[in-house]
C-alpha cells in the first residue's frame, strides 16, 4: 500500500479547502480527453448506427470511467507524485484533497460509469469498461508501475481500451478493425512515454520508478523508441486498408510514419552529451509530435466514416 501519512488531514487543511476545479484535476482532465476522444471515434466509425442520445450518453460515462481511473491513480501515487517536479503541485500530494477524499471519489465514479454504460448501451462495453478502470488501477498503478520498466508496455493497454469501448457501445462486441485502433494506441504509448522519460529521467529516478531509462539507461531507451517505433508504423496502413479506412487515413499514416521514423532514428543517433548540451529539444520536438501522431490518426478515421455517407470516404 502506498504511505499516505505525509498526506493526512493537518496537510489538507493548512492548505485551507478543496476548490472544485481539485476535483476536476483529480480526473486528470487531459487524459480524458484523449480517452473521450478515441472512444467517440471507435464508436463513430463502426458499422452500426447508434442513436445521437444513447452516443452521448456513453461517451460521458466512458469519460467518467476515465476520470475514475485518473482519481484512483492519484490517490495510490501521491507519494511518488510528492517528489516528482512533474507531479507535486497535484491535489493530493500538494495537500489540497486528501486522499481519502481522491479515493472516495475514484469509487464512486468507478461504480456508477460502469452501470451507467450497461443501462445506456449494453453489458458487455460496461464489462470492458470495468476491467480496463481495473487494468489502470490495479494491474499498472499498483503493481507495474513500481516494479517493471515494462510498466509502460503492459500498462499502455489501459489507455489503449477506450475505442475498442466505443466500438463496443456500437457493436456489442470486438472486430478486427477494434483490435488494429487499440493495437495503434498500445503501440504508440512506449515511444511516447519514454521520449518524455529521457528529459525527465531525473524525476523517475528520484521517486523510484522503475522507467526504462532509469533502469536500463538513455541509451538502450533510444534503441527501444527506434524499436517499438518501426513495430507501430504498419498499424496505421493496416487500419487504412480496412473497413474502416480509407484514402484520407492512407496518406495521413503515410506521412505520420515517415515523420515518426524519421524523428526516432535522429533519437537513436544522439549521445547523452549531445542531447543534454541542447536540453533535449530533438527528444522534446518527438514526444510533442507523438502527440498529433495519435490524434491525426483517429481524426483521420472520423474524417472517413464523415465522407463516407457522401460516397467520398472509404474504398
Given at each position: 500500500m502506498t504511505d499516505t501519512s505525509a498526506f493526512d488531514g493537518t496537510a489538507h487543511d493548512a492548505a485551507g479547502e478543496a476548490r472544485f476545479g481539485d476535483y476536476v484535476q483529480l480526473l486528470k482532465p487531459r487524459v480524458m480527453s484523449l480517452v473521450v476522444f478515441t472512444a467517440a471515434v471507435g464508436l463513430l466509425v463502426a458499422p452500426v448506427p447508434v442513436h445521437p442520445l444513447v452516443a452521448f450518453a456513453s461517451i460521458l460515462f466512458i469519460a467518467l470511467g476515465g476520470g475514475a481511473s485518473g482519481a484512483l491513480n492519484m490517490w495510490y501515487d501521491a507519494d511518488i507524485d510528492a517528489v516528482m517536479r512533474r507531479?507535486?503541485?497535484?491535489?493530493?500530494?500538494?495537500?489540497?484533497?486528501?486522499?481519502?477524499?481522491?479515493?472516495?471519489?475514484?469509487?464512486?465514479?468507478?461504480?456508477?460509469?460502469?452501470?451507467?454504460?450497461?443501462?445506456?448501451?449494453?453489458?458487455?462495453?460496461?464489462?470492458?469498461?470495468?476491467?480496463?478502470?481495473?487494468?489502470?488501477?490495479?494491474?499498472?498503478?499498483?503493481?507495474?508501475?513500481?516494479?517493471?520498466?515494462?510498466?509502460?508496455?503492459?500498462?499502455?493497454?489501459?489507455g489503449a481500451f477506450p475505442p475498442m469501448i466505443g466500438w463496443a457501445v456500437a457493436t456489442g462486441g470486438i472486430s478486427a478493425e477494434s483490435v488494429l485502433m487499440f493495437l495503434l494506441t498500445f503501440m504508440w504509448t512506449p515511444p511516447h512515454f519514454w521520449a518524455l522519460a529521457l528529459f525527465m529521467n531525473d524525476d523517475y529516478s528520484r521517486a523510484g520508478v522503475p522507467?526504462?531509462?532509469?533502469?536500463?539507461?538513455?541509451?538502450?531507451?533510444?534503441?527501444?523508441?527506434?524499436?517499438?517505433?518501426?513495430?507501430?508504423?504498419?498499424?496505421?496502413?493496416?487500419?487504412?486498408?480496412?473497413?474502416?479506412?480509407?484514402?484520407?487515413?492512407?496518406?495521413?499514416?503515410?506521412?505520420?510514419?515517415?515523420?515518426?521514423?524519421?524523428?526516432?532514428?535522429?533519437?537513436?543517433?544522439?549521445?547523452?552529451?549531445?542531447?543534454?548540451?541542447?536540453?533535449?529539444?530533438?527528444?522534446?520536438?518527438?514526444?510533442?509530435?507523438?502527440?498529433?501522431?495519435?490524434?491525426?490518426?483517429?481524426?483521420?478515421?472520423?474524417?472517413?466514416?464523415?465522407?463516407?455517407?457522401?460516397?467520398?470516404?472509404?474504398?
Open positions: 507531479t507535486q503541485r497535484r491535489p493530493v500530494p500538494a495537500g489540497r484533497v486528501g486522499p481519502q477524499d481522491a479515493l472516495a471519489l475514484g469509487l464512486a465514479l468507478s461504480g456508477i460509469s460502469v452501470v451507467m454504460l450497461g443501462l445506456a448501451a449494453n453489458w458487455f462495453a460496461a464489462a470492458f469498461l470495468a476491467f480496463t478502470i481495473f487494468f489502470y488501477a490495479v494491474v499498472y498503478t499498483i503493481w507495474l508501475k513500481r516494479s517493471t520498466p515494462q510498466n509502460i508496455v503492459i500498462g499502455g493497454a489501459a522507467m526504462l531509462t532509469v533502469t536500463h539507461g538513455r541509451p538502450a531507451t533510444r534503441r527501444h523508441i527506434l524499436g517499438y517505433t518501426l513495430a507501430l508504423a504498419p498499424v496505421g496502413p493496416a487500419l487504412a486498408v480496412s473497413q474502416i479506412g480509407g484514402p484520407i487515413m492512407l496518406a495521413t499514416t503515410l506521412v505520420l510514419n515517415a515523420a515518426f521514423v524519421a524523428g526516432a532514428l535522429r533519437i537513436r543517433a544522439r549521445s547523452d552529451a549531445t542531447a543534454a548540451a541542447d536540453h533535449y529539444a530533438v527528444e522534446k520536438r518527438f514526444f510533442k509530435l507523438s502527440l498529433a501522431y495519435l490524434f491525426l490518426h483517429f481524426a483521420a478515421l472520423l474524417a472517413e466514416a464523415a465522407l463516407r455517407p457522401w460516397g467520398m470516404g472509404g474504398w
